[in-house]
């Protein structure tokens, strides 16, 4: 998948079926919760850094090759 350089927004990546379900498969019990919502305007870029403080590096980059290798 193209992700433009980590410059797709969240909201780009959770309309697409494919990298929704990425998301839905590692992080199911958090996709509804209103920050979800709320931050679909961020780059992918700036929630790997958000991403940073609540997840090991090892969990966002495998997300990262995942959603890549789409």
Known sequence: ?????????VGELLDNE????????????????P????GRSLTLAQLMELAKV????KVIE????ELKNL
């Open 35 to 38: 920050m979800v919502a709320a």
């Open 62 to 65: 495998d997300t990262w090759k």
């Open 18 to 33: 494919r990298s929704r379900a990425v998301f839905q498969r590692r992080f199911g019990k958090w996709m509804k919760h």
């Open 1 to 9: 998948m193209d992700l433009k350089n980590n410059h797709i927004t």
């Open 54 to 57: 609540y997840l090991p590096q």
